[in-house]
């Protein structure tokens, strides 16, 4: 089973911040978190990875809090082409994909 | 680079035949992965080779088995079909270092009747 809990669904305005949540209490040590995007039944795309400090990318951004049960992918200025399914996974090894987030861009 | 490619694109079996999915990479990874999902699913993990000339079970390898033909190529096979292994089978590859980052190819469709 998927270590993580994700919203199923959330709707961001165009332009605007997408602030995808992740839960994840169990996360062990040496786990990474990663975020991956399905878009439209295409292969997943990779987005960022983290341990412990925040990152960022020219595509995202990702908060990780202090005690690493929770974090953020945050998209700065989203447009319709981000409209995807979002997959938080925890991970030191294998990916296990969850159902993850089905997000949508409206104009 | 052509990244990672599958064939073929779709593909419709009747129940009882076999087939070899295909895929390829171009990356110089070290290791493959064939996922499968399911409608309204996440990816589940049936089959990965960490580095050519090993191969090891996932989540639900049933039904399956893989060649890891070579660095390059990782194949897939059904020996007999059935209408629980309609999907959508994607291959993966890394070049698994601690971060494990996956670079995915566009998919397989198999429908099987």
């Keep these: 089973d998927a270590k993580t809990t994700q919203p199923p669904s959330m709707d961001c305005a165009e332009g605007r911040a997408a602030n995808l949540p992740c839960n994840h209490s169990t996360i062990s040590g040496n786990e990474y978190v990663y975020w991956y995007r399905q878009i439209h039944s295409q292969g997943p795309q990779y987005i960022i990875h983290g341990l412990k400090n925040n990152e960022t990318n020219e595509m995202a951004s990702l908060i990780i809090t202090e005690d690493r049960k929770s974090s953020t992918l945050i998209l700065p200025h989203a447009t319709q082409r981000d409209t995807a399914v979002y997959y938080c996974i925890v991970s030191q090894g294998n990916l296990i994909f969850g159902k993850g987030t089905k997000l949508s861009v409206k104009p | ?113």
């Design chain 2, 1 to 113: 680079n052509a990244g990672v490619t599958q064939t073929p694109k779709f593909q419709v079996l009747k129940t009882g035949q076999s087939m070899t999915l295909q895929c390829a990479q171009d990356m110089n990874h070290n290791s493959m992965y064939w996922y499968r999902q399911d409608p309204g699913m996440g990816l589940r993990l049936i089959y990965y080779s960490a580095s050519e000339g090993t191969t090891d079970k996932g989540e639900v390898p049933n039904g399956y088995n893989v060649s890891r033909l070579n660095k390059r190529e990782f194949s897939l096979r059904l020996e007999s079909a059935a209408p629980s292994q309609t999907s959508v089978y994607f291959c993966a590859s890394s070049s698994q270092g601690v971060v494990d980052t996956q670079y995915f190819g566009p998919g397989t469709r198999l429908t099987v009747l």
